[in-house]
C-alpha cells in the first residue's frame, strides 16, 4: 500500500509541476512527461529506501 500511495502524491505532484512550468514558459501541456517523470521520480524513491540503512533500537 505505501508503494500505491507513494506513486499516487508523486503522480499529483510532477503533473502539477509540468502544468506549473508549462504555463511559465508558455508552453503546451503534456500528460506524457508528467507520467514519464512521475515512474522516474517514483522508481528513484523506492531504491533509495530500499538502500538505507534500518534504524536499530538502542539498548540503554
Do not use: C, R
Request: proline share 2%; hydrophobic share 60%.
Amino acid at each position: 500500500m505505501k508503494y500505491f500511495w507513494t506513486f499516487f502524491w508523486v503522480f499529483l505532484l510532477s503533473h502539477m509541476l509540468t502544468y506549473i512550468v508549462g504555463s511559465i514558459k508558455s508552453a503546451s501541456y503534456d500528460f506524457t512527461v508528467g507520467t514519464i517523470l512521475a515512474i522516474g521520480i517514483s522508481i528513484i524513491l523506492f531504491l533509495i529506501a530500499a538502500v538505507m540503512p534500518k534504524d536499530k533500537e538502542l539498548n540503554v
